[in-house]
């Protein structure tokens, strides 16, 4: 495997680790060449883990027998980018975690049937743009038992470097793909009921009796500032929201997703 040593910012073949935005690196142009950036090395075994092509890596001195060594060993022959820790800094814009990063290879996004096919319980992401959030939603959807994730194209990418991240490399664990078009009738037609969340004088309790004993069920979650739009509302299945207390409004997505996956592990795990 090629060490390269970095003098310089404009060295060839650092421009995905600096220069290229987020959107340039996703390249939705030609998606066949997308690359998205995993860093620090536990984030960065899950995804060798599940399959995903590595083409290189860029790390600080010092972690090439260290922290990297061990990825460095499984990556093959690809070229190692590799400087002191503030050229590096600048390079990227912020500090390396435990200074490793590695761009890898984008894969196509399957089809909503390919991901749905054996799922139960499934979460669609409608316009959630913060990063963490969708880390955050990842990382408990992972741990807490849901099938599938599946997203609008209004929402921020899983695989934004930051997401990754805050997601522990949670989104190579759990299968997603992007939804189009009206959520209800597309997944109504592979045989889910769904369930929107959203304050509504008609909504049902997270724990009512009529969701647990649904085969299927797609949770619909929406932006934190506006929520679900009211078309997404009333095409739903059923409007769901968590009991609380202290006249407490609403929650995080993020920490609202974590509660309502609980609450359908229980579910799925009662059945």
Known sequence: MPIIEINTLEQPGVEVYGTLTEAQLRNRLEP???????????????????????????????????????????????PVYTGERDLLARLTGYTLTRGVLCAMRRPTPPSIEEVCRNARRIVVIDSVTDTTNIGAIFRSAAA??????LLTPTSCDPLNRRAVRVSMGSVFLVPWTWIEGEVTPTLNALGFRT??????????????????????????????????????????DYVVRIPMQHNVDSLNVAAAAAVAFWELRKTTDNQ
């Open 195 to 236: 369930a929107a969340m959203a304050l509504s004088d008609d909504s049902i309790t997270l724990d009512a009796p009529v969701l647990k004993r649904e085969p299927r069920l797609a949770l619909i979650m929406g932006t934190e500032g506006d929520g679900l739009s009211r078309e997404a509302i009333t095409a739903a």
């Open 144 to 149: 807490l038992g849901i099938d599938a994730v």
């Open 32 to 78: 066949d060449k997308g690359i998205f950036i995993a860093e620090s090395p536990k984030v960065i075994h899950v995804a060798l883990d599940a399959g995903y092509e590595p083409l290189s890596l860029l790390c600080e001195r010092r972690h090439i027998t260290g922290d990297a060594a061990s990825i460095i060993e499984r990556c093959g022959d690809i």
